[in-house]
Nanobody
């Protein structure tokens, strides 16, 4: 099985930056496409960014790509999300997810991901 643990969340004023990390452990062969999703209270789950471990191609939501950057740290076995110029509308629980196979064409679909972390809270005032 694959275990995912997010960290790096917190409460910050608008304009600040946060860097989230997702540590993957267990049988990491089970997920080649890794992604970040977020969900605000009472709202649907939103795909933020994704990264394919094999091809090393990154994917972004168009509305976020100017401020967010996803990267893979192979040595630490983490998927990181650098979030700059944070806005109050970025407030949400941020989840790390992983699935086997490709990212292209399905990374925005939450149901395509078999493995999920518990999430880390990001609050922007």
């Amino acid at each position: 099985d694959v275990q995912l643990v997010e960290s790096g969340g917190g409460s910050v004023p608008a304009g600040r930056s946060l860097r989230l990390s997702c540590v993957a452990s267990g049988n990491t062969w089970g997920g080649y496409c890794m992604a970040w999703f977020r969900q605000a209270p009472g709202k649907g789950r939103e795909a933020v960014a994704a990264f394919h471990i094999i091809s090393r191609i990154a994917y972004y939501d168009d509305s976020l790509k100017a401020r967010f950057t996803v990267s893979r740290d192979s040595a630490k076995n983490t998927l990181d999300l650098q979030m700059n110029s944070l806005k109050p509308e970025d407030t949400a629980i941020y989840y790390c997810a992983a699935t086997s196979g490709r990212c292209d064409g399905r990374w925005t679909v939450a149901t395509a991901f078999a493995y999920w972390g518990r999430g880390t809270q990001v609050t922007v005032s």
